[in-house]
């Protein structure tokens, strides 16, 4: 999960150097920076569709292994990038490796952990969260000693080597229960299962726009210097890394459809404070915020989806992942497109829907979350 970090949060850091790397004097539009974002995700998406039912078929060792070479691959690629396309191919192949790994990581540890898989998920997913503070802590450092993102990225290569090479020797789980899998195709014809999907796709975007643009956000439309916004997406990702790790601790004590549903309530309300306030450390502090109340969204909807379905196997986690790694796609974009037309603040406010979207979905799917299948698929 810590190596799934640095192939989605090395690029925010640098994204105001590299529009003056490969943008000229003028820079880079907002669109072309929040594009390089959309590049990364769909590496993502698709690394997490090709895996899913492969994974049923094959484990998910081959895929473990291979996530992280692609990430090292990834990484010396863009190094050497030459031009703003090469870095976009750089960064897809990042998102590729990280969705390889991120596909079989949630449906290994569930299977290791079939009695608390909320709680288990929850712990997973804070990893990642500590790794984009390790990711963004270094960038910055270097951003600050004028090293550049070319030589962070030299910097972390060891990590997924290092993985790479540790995976090699363990024996993974199998990825469904003992008495076989459902397929996706059955999946897909419940109701529920949608919902669900529909509301990932949103507890992604409610990540993925703060996280792409906070930095550029404290830089270009608060006035702060280009290390607050590192720092603010240092705290920004320590913010998620706690409410995950929180959620982890409180394990069945917490009801999961509670909890995402006021995590939604609070995102919206942060989420148009960070952007509209007029004091900038107050809309800053609120944007940081985000990361805490936004963050249990994605691993916690995964948990109560397998509670639901346990027989879903690969297959339903890379369905989930990729609708809620689609919502990272989407956001981003969305938000520089926006803030082209008008400005960053409103750019990130458009962010605020996805949380307000998701919020109906989860009450309607823990009324039903007591419905056998067939009934929900009606629903």
């Given at each position: 999960m810590m190596c799934i970090a640095i192939g989605l949060n090395l690029l925010p850091v640098f994204l105001t150097t590299i529009s003056h790397t490969f943008g000229g004097a003028s820079g880079l539009t907002q669109e072309q920076l929040g594009r390089l974002g959309a590049w990364t995700f769909a590496g993502l998406v698709a690394g997490i569709l090709v895996t899913g039912p492969l994974a049923d078929r094959w484990g998910a060792k081959p895929f473990a292994l291979l996530g992280n070479l692609l990430i090292a691959l990834g990484l010396v690629a863009a190094a050497l990038a030459s031009n703003y396309v090469l870095l976009g191919a750089a960064v897809f192949f990042l998102g590729l490796g990280a969705g390889l790994l991120d596909m079989v990581l949630s449906p290994v540890v569930a299977a290791l952990n079939p009695t608390r898989r909320s709680a288990a998920l929850n712990w997973l997913h804070s990893f990642y969260c500590v790794g984009a503070v390790v990711t963004i802590l270094a960038g910055t450092l270097m951003l600050g000693a004028g090293l550049g993102w070319r030589a962070t990225c030299v910097v972390f290569l060891p990590l997924p080597a290092g993985l790479f090479l540790a995976f090699l020797p363990l024996t993974f789980p199998g990825l469904s229960v003992e008495g076989g899998r459902m397929p996706l195709r059955t999946l897909l014809r419940r109701g529920w299962f949608w919902a669900a999907l529909a509301a990932i796709f949103l507890g992604g975007a409610t990540e993925a726009g703060m996280v792409q643009w906070l930095p550029a956000y404290a830089e270009i439309s608060l006035g702060f210097p280009?290390?607050?916004?590192?720092?603010?997406?240092?705290?920004?990702?320590?913010?998620?890394?706690?409410?995950?790790m929180a959620v982890g601790a409180a394990g069945a004590r917490l009801d999961s459809y509670r909890v995402m549903a006021w995590s939604c309530g609070f995102s919206v309300l942060l989420f148009v404070g960070g952007a509209f306030l007029p004091v900038p450390?107050?809309?800053?502090?609120?944007?940081?915020?985000?990361?805490?109340?936004g963050s249990c969204l994605w691993p916690t909807m995964l948990a109560v989806t397998a509670d639901r379905y346990p027989e879903g196997g690969a297959s339903m986690y890379g369905g989930l992942a990729a609708f809620g790694?689609?919502?990272?796609?989407?956001?981003?974009?969305?938000?520089?497109?926006?803030?082209?037309?008008?400005?960053?603040?409103?750019?990130?406010?458009?962010?605020?829907?996805?949380?307000?979207?998701?919020?109906?979905?989860v009450l309607r799917l823990r009324a039903n979350r007591g419905l056998p299948p067939a009934s929900a698929g009606a629903a």
């Open positions: 280009a290390w607050v916004g590192g720092v603010a997406l240092l705290f920004f990702s320590v913010a998620m890394a706690v409410s995950r450390l107050l809309a800053l502090s609120l944007c940081i915020a985000v990361g805490f109340t790694n689609a919502g990272g796609i989407c956001m981003p974009w969305i938000v520089g497109w926006v803030a082209d037309r008008r400005d960053l603040h409103w750019g990130l406010a458009v962010s605020a829907l996805a949380p307000a979207l998701m919020l109906p979905i």
